[in-house]
């Protein structure tokens, strides 16, 4: 059983920022697109970034564009979301996820709360 381990959930004011962390195992990580998504009324893509041997290439919701940035660390196996700017409406739980061709894992997910 492949596990993914979310942290850095939490609640934070408007305008602040938090950092979400997500560890794979080492055996998936390396050939993994690693993204994050986002439950409200739908589970949504939030930000992926692709293997390092295909550029690290990163996408982003339109609603998170210039607030949000996602990077890998491959030496620790980890994704990392950067939120910045933080809105009531990035209120959600916050998933991890590894993809390829031949599988799809997601994490248990770590709640993300914007208020005053």
């Known amino acids: 059983q492949v596990q993914l381990v979310e942290s850095g959930g939490g609640l934070v004011q408007p305008g602040g920022s938090l950092r979400l962390s997500c560890a794979a195992p080492?055996?998936?990580?390396?050939?993994?697109?690693m993204g994050w998504y986002r439950q409200g009324k739908e589970r949504e893509l939030v930000a992926t970034i692709t293997?390092?041997?295909?550029?690290?290439?990163?996408n982003y919701a339109d609603s998170v564009k210039g607030r949000f940035t996602i990077s890998r660390d491959n030496a620790k196996n980890t994704v990392y979301l950067q939120m910045n700017s933080l809105k009531p409406e990035d209120t959600a739980v916050y998933y991890c996820?590894?993809?390829?061709?031949?599988?799809?894992?997601w994490g248990q997910g770590t709640q993300v709360t914007v208020s005053s």
């Open positions: 293997t390092v041997t295909t550029g690290g290439v990163t």
């Open positions: 080492g055996s998936i990580f390396g050939r993994s697109t």
């Open positions: 996820n590894a993809k390829s061709p031949w599988y799809n894992y």
